[in-house]
């Protein structure tokens, strides 16, 4: 059965995108079966996987308002092991479409309920708002992982996340966990990436990665080739810490 994971923070610029990419490549990589989920409209996480998001016609907006079925807007292996629900800019309109809708907040969990049996894992990238897509991944998810920026006012905002998913736990998914705080952007040559690290793990009673993903021009440019950081550049410091972080995800649920 797969392990669900939406990656949330409603601050934006904190690497939900590149992590959504990147983690779950590193896990393909691994030899796990993986689907990735677009929850943003922006529709980073599929372009950044090299599909053209203004060509793809079965998104999960279609899928979210019961015109195709998940099987159908499924990409199948844009690289081995690991597959897509593509989004576009369209998938901003199902906030209204949805109003009025009964049960709205459970329709993505219905559809994982048919096909989560044929992956390892299910990575969601939500878009940088509590929204009601961010709802419908945190109750469709067994877990959240939020990226922190190793910035001033990382923890802003960060309060209001742990609220949320706290209210989704009470009303809507009681299973639901964090399964933990990755570190992003994090520039050892300041002093400030190490004090907002210290800061975190001072102040946030949860499970922390010990692994830290670092600033990284080779990071920065895979998106714009429309490949994982492990495609681009193998060798790279930013695809050795996400190599390292799917090892730390894979750990955390064989645990």
């Known amino acids: 059965m797969g392990r669900i994971i ?3 923070n409603q601050k934006g610029g904190v690497g939900k995108s590149t992590t959504a990419i990147n983690l779950s490549s590193c896990l393909a990589e691994a030899g796990k079966k993986v689907l990735v989920i677009d929850i943003d409209p922006q529709g980073n996480t599929t372009s950044g996987l090299g599909v053209d998001k203004n060509a793809v016609e079965k998104t999960l907006y279609e899928l979210l308002l019961g015109k195709v079925t998940v099987r159908e807007c499924i990409i199948k292996d844009v690289i081995e092991n690991l597959s897509l629900i593509p989004s576009n800019v369209n998938l901003s309109g199902a906030e209204i479409e949805l109003v009025g809708v009964e049960d709205r907040e459970y329709i993505l969990k219905k559809s994982m309920e048919k096909i989560r049996r044929k992956y390892d894992f299910i990575i969601m990238d939500c878009p940088p708002s509590l929204s009601m897509l961010t709802i419908n991944a945190m109750t469709a998810a067994n877990s959240i992982l939020v990226p922190i920026q190793c910035e001033y006012y990382a923890l802003e905002g960060l309060s209001q996340l742990l609220h949320t998913i706290e209210l989704v736990k009470a009303r809507l998914n009681k299973r639901l966990q964090i399964e933990g705080v990755v570190f992003t952007m994090y520039d050892a040559r300041t002093n400030l990436s190490l004090e907002v690290v210290e800061n975190v793990k001072e102040n946030l009673n949860q499970n922390i990665y010990k692994t830290i993903i670092p600033r990284n021009v080779r990071l920065a440019e ?14 790279s410091a930013g695809a050795e810490a996400y190599r390292l972080l799917a090892e730390e995800v894979i750990d955390r649920g064989d645990s």
């Open 6 to 8: 939406a990656i949330a």
């Open 222 to 235: 895979a998106p714009s080739y429309g490949l994982p950081i492990n495609l681009y550049d193998s060798r």
